[in-house]
């Protein structure tokens, strides 16, 4: 079992739906939680982060975190063509590097 | 744009070669992380340095080698390439000081085994 399971999908949505994104980990360690958003040809790139539990809301993005459950969401609203890409989840433990570990990534298609 | 850039953006080679990537992360980073991103095994940890030491080691295989030089930069080899080689492999840089370790990623390479 990995340690960050999520599915690559792809998602297709309409333009203006609610989208969500998740992930599920194993390792209790883990304080730090990470969207990154990656387009096709280009790096990955911080979106949001949360650390421990609790939601994080910025403009149409929302990042929860459920510890007991192992599990991490991301909430997109009114979903634009824009949003299209691929969101990678990552986490990391305290301490130490702080080297994320990284999901495999949820390709997201929002159609007009 | 990051900030962080890498060369060359594509590069074929043969099985059995040896290529050079270069990274040169954002001004004042000392810290740059190596990267591998296949299909099939997503974004993958390879190794990362320190202001010119390593730092950790992750997933990399012994016919990879880095180092990072004193302006900074970075250089990832790959040897007695595979087919199973290919993939996309990314640099990132950070400012170590940041608790959750915001990470600032090039264009990335990729890499194509023949």
């Known amino acids: 079992q990995k340690e960050v399971e999520q599915d690559p999908g792809p998602l297709s949505v309409p333009e203006g739906a609610i989208v969500s994104l998740n992930c599920t980990y194993s390792?209790?360690?883990?304080?730090?939680f990470m969207w990154y958003r990656q387009y096709s040809r280009k790096g990955p790139e911080l979106l949001m982060y949360t650390y421990s539990s609790g939601n994080k809301e910025d403009g149409r993005f929302t990042a929860q975190v459920d510890k007991s459950s192992k599990y991490i969401s991301l909430f997109i609203r009114d979903s634009q063509p824009s949003d299209s890409a691929t969101y990678l989840c990552?986490?990391?433990?305290?301490?130490?590097?702080?080297?994320?570990?990284f999901g495999r990534g949820t390709s997201l298609i929002v159609h007009p | 744009d990051s900030g962080v850039t890498q060369t060359p953006k594509h590069l074929i080679t043969a099985t059995g070669q040896r290529v050079t990537l270069r990274c040169s992360p954002r001004?004042?980073?000392?810290?740059v992380y190596w990267y591998q991103q296949s299909l099939d095994q997503g974004l993958q940890f390879l190794i990362q340095y320190y202001n010119g030491e390593e730092r950790a080691k992750g997933n990399i295989l012994e016919r990879f080698s880095a180092q990072q030089f004193p302006d900074l930069h970075s250089e990832l080899n790959l040897s007695s390439l595979e087919l199973g080689d290919s993939a996309l492999y990314f640099c990132a840089s950070s400012d170590i000081s940041a608790p959750y370790n915001e990470q600032f990623f090039g264009p990335g390479t990729r890499l194509t085994v023949l």
């Open positions: 390792n209790s360690a883990f304080q730090y």
């Open positions: 001004s004042g980073d000392l810290s």
């Open positions: 990552a986490m990391s433990a305290s301490g130490g590097s702080y080297i994320p570990t």
